[in-house]
């Protein structure tokens, strides 16, 4: 079987033109006619066409007079110095005006005639020079086709922009009321295959006057297959032929949309009955399409600028942020949010020699080192993008609906560290132009049958369902993701090695200051108990006067405050230096005794705490003991002033972690001081009538740091909820 693909139907050598057209090929180097149209008969008095090859128009002036007479035909040297440039002129051949058109194409020249024909009905406005104030996409193209309506005024006009892929979509319509509207509308690549893409970029502007006339035959010496791309009149392929005729239209009329050279779409018109355009004015549309071209490319370009500075500034702001840490994983955590957001991802893995650092909707563990190990074995790009990610490796590597599109940038391949980006599934639905399925159909070619993609018999809606892609992920997602690696690039080479020099001096100082805060706080233990016996010993044997009294009372309870600040500067030397046992572990009975005696410590019998689910997690079991023991003593103790103080207590299962809320309706914590909640000694001033040291949550912030976990907060007026998120055992 002779199998042609629809893509390599040989298109611009049809070996004839339209019947409206009417050819002659002439020699480029001696002006000898080597070819003609059949039909060049009917407008020239040529007895027998055959004494015309291998001879000059001049040796027939009786015949070719009008064409010998023209500028056109006697500055021919000088028009036809550049390839594919058509230049046109009028003439008269036997007394009827025909438009003359020549241009070379390789070896050959063409003379192209076609018969002028009168638009009554053709009305130009100003408003083409509208087409640079619209702002808005949808609004040009509907200008462009109100304008060239004045002009073409075909039963249906459509802007039809193509995709990435090769396939096309309807964006803007205008049609007759009785017409179904195709608005929305996508068309299969098979359609408008590559060859016929590439016609229209070189030929912007393409007409078939009547699908159902005959075709007009080239006539030549030779077997020589006529290349007629640039050619006004070329013959149509019967595959497209059909395919008009089988949506119901006679005639057609297309000017390419070109935009920064590149075939952006085309405005495409069709007419239920056979309709011929006159040249003037199929060359006026083409000038319509361009400016309305130059207009979108004007805008978008405006835009992508704009957009362009807001990403910059975003990227500025980045590298500001990542410059306060002395390591570059640390920086990508604490900014694990912003670079999430960059690219408009649902989530963010970061991945170095330690536990992956996540934030947003992301997949299982398991399922992100399967992700990694892919990635280093099958690709050599710094960065890989793919919508169908779940699609193509679903199965493979048993992936969910969360990783159904990713972006991979490998910071370094070598030490297996990379960010990957991830969007969930989208249920897309595509409404297509009829089933865009392919079938084979049968044709002859030369006298040959061939076996081809047949065009489609229907053009009614179909609605296609697609899994396993996420939405797409375009250029300002890949420029985002570009922005966050030149700012890796920026500060991890340049920034890093003298800031690393001088933290890595702050770190052996903040080392000697633990060691020397740990001794004071264990070693000054004795002597303050020893101060405190002595000064109880005072309080029941001194001379009981209320002065003298309150003056030993306030000595005990300042050594109490003293022993206290001590312990807890104790317990946050030991959250950072001492060893840790990760294990699963199950908090409800911790939680419950540390509220019960909450109640007690503070003195609030009419705390309300409720205690929902409490969910397993990976931890260190005397260190989650100190951080439920500082969060839920804060919550009660900053909401027992309340008229009805309430705590509330619960865990869930959040993309692979499990997230632990502690709630109150306490005092708040103030817009102004939030930057500065996990540092030590720190005390808000509302909380300046409770009794505390300003050291609990710095130990909770350490503890939940070194067991890869995270602790947050949302607070207002109403009262304050603590974040703690633990890796999931």
């Known amino acids: 079987m002779n199998f042609v693909e629809c893509h390599e139907e040989p298109i611009h050598i049809p070996g004839y033109i339209q019947s409206f057209g009417y050819l002659i090929g002439i020699d480029a180097g001696s002006h000898t006619i080597t070819f003609f149209s059949r039909n060049i008969e ?22 070719f007079r009008s064409v010998i007479d023209s500028d056109l035909y006697t500055s021919i040297h000088d028009f036809t110095k550049r390839e594919n440039e058509t230049h046109f002129d009028k003439v008269f051949i036997s007394g009827k005006e025909y438009h003359f058109s020549i241009l070379r194409s390789g070896k050959h020249i063409f003379l192209e005639f076609e018969a002028v024909q009168e638009n009554p009905n053709k009305r130009i406005s100003n408003k083409y020079d509208n087409f640079y104030v619209i702002d808005n996409e949808k609004e040009l193209w509907e200008q462009l086709l109100s304008t060239l309506s004045k002009i073409v005024n075909y039963d249906r006009m459509m802007v039809y922009k193509f995709m990435m892929d090769g396939s096309g979509k309807v964006i803007a319509e205008k049609r007759d009321e009785n017409m179904e509207s195709y608005l929305g509308l996508h068309y299969p690549e098979s359609d408008i295959p590559k060859q016929a893409r590439d016609l229209y970029l070189k030929k912007r502007k393409r007409i078939f006057s009547n699908v159902y006339s005959e075709t007009v035959p080239l006539i030549s010496r030779t077997d020589e297959n006529i290349d007629l791309t640039f050619v006004g009149s070329r013959g149509m392929s019967p595959v497209h032929g059909q395919y008009v005729k089988n949506s119901g239209a ?11 050279d590149y075939l952006w779409g085309l405005v495409t018109c069709q007419n239920s009955e056979a309709k011929h355009i006159d040249l003037e004015d199929r060359v006026q549309a083409g000038i319509f399409t361009a400016l309305a071209s130059n207009a979108y490319s004007s805008f978008k370009s405006k835009n992508e600028l704009n957009y362009r500075l807001e990403l910059n500034e975003r990227a500025s702001q980045l590298k500001a942020e990542f410059l306060k840490h002395n390591n570059l994983f640390d920086s990508l955590a604490d900014n694990k949010g912003k670079i999430r957001k960059l690219p408009e991802a649902d989530g963010l893995v970061i991945i170095s020699d330690g536990e992956p650092v996540t934030v947003g909707t992301v997949p299982e563990r398991e399922t992100i080192d399967r992700i ?48 990957i980006w991830f969007r969930k599934e989208f249920s897309e639905h595509i409404n297509w132009a009829g089933n865009p399925e392919r079938k084979l159909g049968v044709f002859l070619q030369n006298g040959e049958e061939k076996h081809i993609i047949s065009p489609r018999t229907s053009f009614h809606l179909f609605t296609e369902n697609i899994k396993g892609n996420s939405k797409r992920w375009n250029s300002r997602d890949i420029s985002s993701v570009q922005a966050v690696r030149d700012v890796i690039l920026e500060t991890s080479h340049k920034q890093y090695n003298a800031i690393k020099a001088l933290n890595n001096e702050l770190r052996k100082v903040n080392e000697e200051l633990d060691s020397f805060s740990y001794t004071i706080s264990h070693d000054l233990g004795t002597p303050l108990t020893v101060m405190k016996l002595n000064a109880q010993m005072l309080l029941s044997n001194f001379e009981k006067t209320e002065k003298n009294r309150n003056k030993l009372t306030s000595i005990v309870e300042e050594i109490d405050n003293m022993a206290e600040m001590m312990h807890d500067v104790l317990e946050l030397s030991r959250a950072k230096h001492s060893e840790i046992e990760l294990e699963r572990l199950q908090p409800a009975n911790t939680i419950l005794k540390i509220s019960e005696n909450a109640k007690i410590t503070f003195e609030s019998p009419k705390s309300e705490i409720i205690i929902k689910e409490c969910p397993e997690v990976l931890a260190d079991k005397t260190m989650l003991h100190q951080v439920f023991l500082n969060v839920i003593n804060n919550a009660v103790k900053y909401s027992s002033h309340r008229d009805e103080p309430k705590v509330e207590i619960w865990g869930t299962e959040e993309g692979g ?11 708040g914590i103030p817009q102004e001081e939030k930057h500065k909640m996990f540092k030590i ?14 050291v609990g949550l710095s130990i909770v912030h350490r503890i939940m740091k070194r067991i890869g976990g995270n602790v947050e907060y949302d607070s207002n007026k109403e009262g304050t909820c603590f974040i703690l998120t633990f890796k999931k055992p």
Do not use: C
């Not at 000694?681 to 409770?690: E, Q, S």
């Open 250 to 260: 006679s005639s057609s009329f297309s000017v390419s949309i070109i935009i920064d």
């Open 372 to 419: 990694a190990h892919w990635a280093l074995e099958n690709t050599k790009e710094s960065m890989y993008v793919s919508r169908t990610f779940l699609k193509d490796y679903g199965e493979e590597l048993e992936l969910t609906e969360n990783a159904a599109g990713i972006i991979i940038y490998f910071i370094e391949r070598s030490k297996k560290e990379m960010l």
């Open 657 to 667: 972690n499990i997230v632990y809320r502690i709630s109150d309706n306490g005092i």
């Open 681 to 694: 000694f720190n005390r808000m001033d509302n909380a300046k009538k409770f009794k505390g040291n300003g």
């Open 42 to 63: 009917d407008i020239f008095r040529v007895e027998n066409a055959e004494q015309l090859f291998d001879r000059k128009l001049t040796d027939f002036p009786e015949i």
